[in-house]
């Protein structure tokens, strides 16, 4: 393959993973608009909705080693098939739910592991093949799926239920994925998986495979302080995200008006994601995250005063500000992983690491959602979430693996 033919090739393997992101991610957070319609219909606590919120993040996350493996193994057309199918079987049999139990077994577990399937572990080996050096570029893209995922599912969501309720709108999730599965079969698979025989290679390539093992890494402080990295800011993330459009309307926002602010956090996540990653290549690595902290930090002071003084100018910053820079770390974090423990077993090894994220997602939901129903107001809940994305800042801070 000449390299014109191969660059038109990598740019068609990153449409085909942003696009499965878009899918995976924008489905998974249009929880966050079947929350109310759910509570509301079986009139159950804001801690039990949420715990089938938790369950998909934590089944995504514990899922992700295995995808890895599976990547290994099969390839991605195994891979991104069963995530297509997993997922439609979730949301089909979700439409006939009447127990929490029905929820937790379908939108909890089998779509968390459907998401797993075509997210971020199998899409940063894949596109590692093609990119090598601008992997972090390739993954920012990647990765601005949430933001357009949300952007595009979220109001899309709150559309069908006023129109056929939430019933009709996960039917119309299910045959939508099931619909995609014929499509996704019949792409050049065996290309896709070869990479590019032009491959401009970054530094870390051109040392030799240190023969990394899962074993071997779980004895490294690196794993660990990149997995406690992913741990703690899921919980700050997700405690506050599931109830992102609850709060607003709660706050006084119109329920689509709600739903269309929070998803006009894909249009900045963009941003945020090519923002952070070209400050990676001006004033470091460290830096950057540091940076996507601090903004962090300054939207959930805004989302905290947004329940005293409910305007379109504090809810406009909250979306900048936090929308912009939810995941946008994992870029630099998938690239700092993949460079320290490089080799043949790196899928697993990052897939390992990523359960970091998806036990902050569950965790951090439900104990948004327990924190809610406990103190019946949304300030402990916002507090737990700013410690939470402090403690997830501090190992760029302390530890020598991730300050280089």
């Known amino acids: 393959m000449d390299p014109k033919a191969s660059q038109r090739t990598a740019l068609a393997v990153l ?17 966050t608009v079947f929350l109310l319609p759910i509570s509301q219909a079986f009139s159950w606590d804001r801690g039990d909705v949420v715990s089938i919120y938790s369950l998909t ?21 195994a891979v991104f098939a069963t995530g297509l199918v997993l997922i439609a079987g979730a949301f089909l049999s979700a439409a006939f739910a009447q127990q929490l139990w029905q929820f937790q077994l379908s939108i909890g577990v ?12 199998p899409n940063s080996i894949l596109l590692g093949r093609w990119f090598g050096k601008r992997l972090p570029t390739a993954m920012a893209v990647v990765y601005s799926a949430t933001g357009a995922g949300v952007l595009i599912m979220l109001p899309f969501a709150q559309i069908l239920i006023d129109r056929f309720g939430w019933r009709g709108a996960y039917q119309s999730f299910g045959w939508l994925v099931l619909a995609l599965l014929v499509p996704l079969l019949l792409l050049p ?24 093992t899962l074993p071997r890494a779980l004895r490294h402080h690196a794993f660990w302080a990149l997995f406690a990295t992913f741990f703690f800011t899921a919980i700050g993330m997700y405690a506050i995200s599931p109830q992102v ?84 770390r994992g870029p630099l974090l998938t690239a700092t992983a993949m460079k320290i423990f490089r080799g043949e077993r790196v899928g697993t090894i990052y897939g390992a ?43 760029f801070l302390v530890v020598p693996a991730l300050r280089r």
Do not use: K
């Open 15 to 31: 449409g085909v993973c942003f696009t499965l992101s878009v899918l995976g991610r924008g489905l998974q957070e249009s929880f």
């Open 57 to 77: 993040a934590l089944c995504a996350g514990l899922a992700s080693p295995l995808v890895g493996r599976l990547f290994d193994r099969s390839g991605p057309r």
């Open 110 to 121: 089998a779509l968390g592991f459907g998401v797993a399937c075509i997210s971020n572990v």
């Open 189 to 212: 698979w065996r290309t896709y998986a070869g990479g590019s025989a032009h491959l401009e290679r970054p530094e870390s390539h051109d040392l030799p495979d240190e023969g990394w």
């Open 245 to 328: 459009v609850a709060y607003l309307i709660d706050a006084g926002f119109p329920p689509l008006i709600s739903a269309t602010a929070w998803g006009f956090s894909g249009v900045v996540l963009l941003f945020g994601m090519l923002g952070i990653s070209w400050l990676d290549g001006i004033i470091g690595r460290r830096p950057s995250v540091l940076c996507s902290y601090a903004l962090s930090i300054v939207g959930i002071v805004m989302l905290w005063l947004l329940q005293r003084y409910p305007n379109y100018w504090l809810l406009t910053g909250f979306v900048v500000c936090f929308g912009s820079m939810i995941g946008s």
């Open 353 to 395: 690491i990523t359960i970091g994220s998806g036990l902050g997602s569950a965790f951090g939901s439900w104990s948004g959602g327990l924190i809610h129903d406990w103190t019946q107001s949304y300030d402990l809940l916002i507090a737990f979430a700013l410690v939470s994305v402090v403690l997830g800042m501090i190992p």
